[in-house]
């Protein structure tokens, strides 16, 4: 029986960590997009500039947070995953997803100041 090589370890400790991710990312992914419904519904009905600022600069971050989720999702999910969900989806896919989350946002947010 062959020895495994140095490669071939790796490869199988990184389809672990590709397996622990696809189990959990979902979940981490769904706690992340309430927590960002959470802090956009948040914003108080009266707040100054800088209170508004510092609200916004979160959301963003709260957003930026989960695309990295989501593009360790498509990470995990293989190369074969990866390569389909990106030919899929042309820029005006993405641009339409874009506005849409946007949208949100600032539905959810009028919604707290009207």
Not at 3 to 31: W, Y
Not at 57 to 79: M, Y
Request: with cysteine; net charge negative.
């Amino acid at each position: 029986m062959e020895a495994k090589s140095e490669t071939e370890d790796r490869m199988e400790e990184l389809d672990t960590v590709r397996a622990e991710f696809l189990q959990s990312l979902p979940g981490d992914i769904n706690r992340a997009r309430n927590a960002y419904r959470r802090m956009a519904q948040a914003a108080a009905l009266k707040m100054d500039a800088k209170s508004f600022a510092a609200h916004q600069t979160a959301c963003k971050a709260g957003l930026s947070h989960l695309e990295g989720l989501i593009k360790l999702l498509r990470w995990a999910s293989g190369p074969d995953g990866a390569a389909e969900n990106d030919r899929a989806k042309s820029p005006a896919m993405e641009e339409a997803e874009i506005r849409k989350l946007i949208a949100e946002a600032r539905g959810a947010l009028a919604g707290v100041e009207g």
